[in-house]
T-cell receptor, first 114, second 110 residues
């Protein structure tokens, strides 16, 4: 199993450009999450999904949109990138009795917005 | 979601046992205590979870006193590769999201 994979690994955008980050998991997990991590900071939850076709807002949802059309994929979109969105983005998935607390993370996407 | 307090950073030496304590005074009856480890340039990794007393796995031990208002992650005989950030999380198993704090930055010295 590949676990949780993220595409791309690195990306540089200009202010105002758009892009989509792809997260895929092959563990048949119900729950999926998108976080961002700024230097020296903990992770902050952007959006999450508790099942196919459902999404919900996290701590810092502004400027991002998500979709969960297939159970194994969770897409994070930036419609108009801003320098404040420069960060490392992590995707995670989980299942089980304590899904929020036993998450499997991807390797991250490093995004720079100039 | 219960608030947690843990040291910002700790230093230790190779071969020593390291204990990281987390305070969670307002822990609720249904809350579990979970620890994650994050190496530089990687996503966090779940390492251990417990409800009360002691839990041990191949990576660490988790000690939880009877009042459950704190917990201690114990790493036996650390090596340089244990240098990482360790996050303490507390919450109900029914929660569908969690809040990561800044964690404890553990630096192992040779």
């Amino acid at each position: 199993n590949a676990g949780v994979t993220q595409t791309p690994k690195f990306r540089v955008l200009k202010t105002g450009q758009s892009m989509t980050l792809l997260c895929a998991q092959d563990m048949n997990h119900e729950y999926m999450y998108w976080y961002r991590q700024d230097p020296g900071m903990g992770l902050r939850l952007i959006h999450y999904s508790v099942g196919e076709g459902t999404t919900a807002k996290g701590e810092v949802p502004d400027g991002y949109n998500v979709s969960r059309l297939k159970k194994q994929n969770f897409l994070l979109g930036l419609e108009s990138a801003a320098p404040s969105q420069t960060s490392v983005y992590f995707c995670a998935s989980s299942y089980g009795e304590t899904p929020a607390y036993e998450q499997y993370f991807g390797p991250g996407t490093r995004l720079t917005v100039t | 979601l219960a608030k947690t307090t843990q040291p910002i950073s700790m230093d230790s030496y190779e071969g020593q046992e390291v204990n990281i304590t987390c305070s969670h005074n307002n822990i609720a009856t249904n809350d579990y205590i979970t620890w994650y480890q994050q190496f530089p340039s990687q996503g966090p990794r779940f390492i251990i979870q417990g409800y009360k007393t002691k839990v041990t796995n191949e990576v660490a031990s988790l000690f939880i006193p009877a009042d459950r208002k704190s917990s201690t992650l114990s790493l036996p005989r650390v090596s340089l590769s244990d240098t990482a950030v360790y996050y303490c999380l507390v919450g109900d198993r029914r929660d569908d999201k969690i809040i990561f704090g800044k964690g404890t930055r553990l630096h192992i010295l040779p």
